[in-house]
Structures are given as structure tokens and as C-alpha cells.
């Protein structure tokens, strides 16, 4: 059995899979209200924008900056794409996990 606090501990770690517990473990209708409140829908579409906006320059060649080996920058476009794409992918685990919840109900 999960408790609450236990799904909620995993919420902080793991993406769909913590959603999933935290859903399971009784807050169906709570996440869904957090879910509408928080608009999302709108955020995981934003995230594929800002994905598609923050791409082109780097697809065009234009370097974020130059900077020494370790640093933060020295990735280039990559962390703040694969922020996007975490953000794009947790959101979208919440979406198809509350529609599964809704449409079948609790397991």
C-alpha cells in the first residue's frame, strides 16, 4: 500500500511514474483540480514551443557562449533543451495518466 506521504515523496523524485502513485493512492481528485489550476495543458504546449524556439538557433549554428570545460555553458544549448523536453515529458505523463483515470477509473 502507499501512503500519501510516500507518493508524495516520490512525486519529488520521478516524473509519470510518481503521478501514477500519487493518483492510485487517492488524490485522483485532487490532481485533477491541481492539474486544471495549474493549466498544464498550456505549459506542456509551451514546452514544445520554447523546445522548437530554442532549437532553431541552435540547428542555424549560433553558440550560446564560450566558456572552459565544466561548466555550465560549455554544453551549449543541451541543458536547456533537456529542461524543455523534462518538462514537456512529465506534463504529458500527468495528461495521459489523469485522462486514464478519468475515462477508467481507479485500478
Known sequence: MVTPLAARNRLRSTGGTAIGLQLISGGADRSER?????????????????????????????????SGFGTLLSGGWIPLLNLLVALKVTLGSWAMVQRLVRHRGLL
Open 34 to 66: 491541481l492539474f486544471q489550476r495549474y493549466r498544464a495543458d498550456l505549459w506542456e504546449k509551451a514546452a514544445v514551443l520554447g523546445f522548437l524556439l530554442v532549437a532553431l538557433p541552435a540547428l542555424l549554428g549560433v553558440r550560446l557562449g564560450s
